[in-house]
């Protein structure tokens, strides 16, 4: 990398996991960054995500290799590692309904077709297979992938922004509401709504749903089909659980301290946005996922909320990752992704080489924000 590259001033706007990861991956690399927070790190969907690292299922071909390279640097960072609580590698299971059971078998027959590591179980496979988990929950069928995990985004968030201190990067916190300042059709920095102003020779917008709003004003359009989620942090509880699971009533997985991550979809309706841009849903709905959850659990222990977040889950309209560089505002780059646990890493990584160097890279090829233009 040439030593021009290197040099050069990169404002990052947001404080989720993609703006962090890219910031270190840039001061690594000798950039000089300036990382700016609308409110404090991890404070949007990076501190409500169930954060399964996994390439489950169907998805583009582009997409599914990105998300293995995901997971493969979460391993090596895994390896460095291993009693880290808050990375681990304990699988994934998933099951659908009684009546899809075709629909498990189909999917397991296609990850396997792809080389994705899994295994078609019955009620009678989970305690050899995965510990913790109550098998009379399980129907006929299940999917057990034995490669994948979990991550707390909030406490990897804080791992890096060790390393973003310890690089001399500078933080903004708080900046508020921010925007992309433009001159003879390039980037030029960042402005907050206060009137600060800080300069760069490049700028990431990684914000989470807030990305198509951020990039709007420069006439560019990205699609969002960001819906409102929730996140449940139990109280602490004993369990052997090790993998992701993932119902057709709860979404699990383990969390530091002894507790567990919540998450579904079916609640949604019972969430209510507020003018002020705040969200509520009735406790009794926060207990009845914690319910649904206790059932997949050996012993069925009683579950507890301690914590509840809600917000918008960052998803593009095509449900495709939008990375890398505007066409139309060159020095601007976007980063917006529904799998942004899964793709942190990696995406930091390729971005960061990209607005360094001006050198495409391959992997990022189909998702380019030009795609919708």
């Known amino acids: 990398m040439s030593s021009?590259?290197?040099?050069?001033?990169?404002?990052?706007?947001?404080?989720g996991i993609l703006g962090v990861s890219t910031a270190v991956h840039l001061l690594r690399e000798g950039a000089s960054v300036i990382l700016l927070t609308e409110r404090g790190l991890a404070s949007e969907a990076s501190g409500r995500s169930l954060s399964w690292l996994n390439s489950a299922g169907e998805r583009s071909t582009a997409?599914?290799?990105?998300?293995?390279?995901?997971?493969?640097?979460?391993?090596?960072?895994?390896?460095?590692?291993?009693?880290?609580?808050?990375?681990q590698f304990g699988g994934g299971l998933m099951w659908n309904t009684e009546g899809q059971q075709a629909a498990t078998e189909s999917r397991h027959a296609y990850e396997k077709s792809i080389g994705?590591?899994?295994?078609?179980?019955?009620?009678?496979?989970?305690?050899?297979?995965?510990?913790?988990?109550?098998?009379?929950?399980?129907p006929e069928k299940a999917i057990f992938n034995p490669g994948e995990g979990w991550v707390s985004l909030p406490d990897l968030i804080d791992f890096l922004m060790e390393e973003f201190h310890s690089r001399g990067g500078e933080l903004v916190l708080n900046a508020g509401k921010t925007s992309v300042t433009v001159e003879g059709g390039r980037a030029t920095g960042v402005e907050t709504a206060a009137g600060g102003t800080y300069p760069a020779d490049a700028v990431l917008v990684a914000c989470g749903a807030a990305t198509p709003a951020v990039v709007e004003p420069l006439g560019v359009r990205i699609p969002n089909g960001s819906p409102v989620s929730m996140l449940v942090v139990t109280k602490q509880v004993q369990h052997d659980v090790a993998?992701?699971?993932?119902?057709?009533?709860?979404?699990?997985?383990?969390?530091?301290?002894?507790?567990f991550a919540l998450d579904h979809d079916w609640y949604e309706e019972h969430i209510t946005e507020h003018a002020d841009g705040s969200f509520s849903i009735p406790d009794e709905v926060v207990q009845e996922l914690a319910d649904e959850a206790s059932k997949l659990v050996a012993g069925n222990p009683e579950l507890k909320p301690a914590s509840w977040k809600m917000g918008y889950k960052p998803i593009p309209g095509d449900g495709e990752p939008v990375l890398g560089e505007?066409?139309?505002?060159?020095?601007?780059?976007?980063?917006f992704t529904h799998s942004g646990a899964t793709l942190g890493l990696i995406a930091g990584e390729l971005l960061a080489g990209e607005i360094l160097t001006g050198r495409k890279h391959p992997m990022l090829a189909t998702f380019r924000p030009g795609r919708f233009s």
């Open 4 to 15: 021009a590259a290197s040099t050069k001033r990169v404002a990052v706007i947001g404080g």
């Open 63 to 87: 997409y599914h290799q990105l998300r293995v390279a995901g997971v493969d640097r979460y391993r090596t960072l895994f390896a460095a590692d291993p009693t880290r609580e808050w990375l």
């Open 116 to 138: 994705y590591d899994s295994k078609l179980l019955g009620p009678g496979d989970i305690a050899s297979t995965t510990p913790g988990i109550d098998a009379a929950a399980v």
């Open 243 to 259: 993998a992701v699971m993932n119902t057709p009533r709860a979404a699990l997985r383990p969390n530091p301290g002894g507790t």
């Open 326 to 335: 505007l066409g139309q505002v060159p020095g601007c780059f976007v980063a």
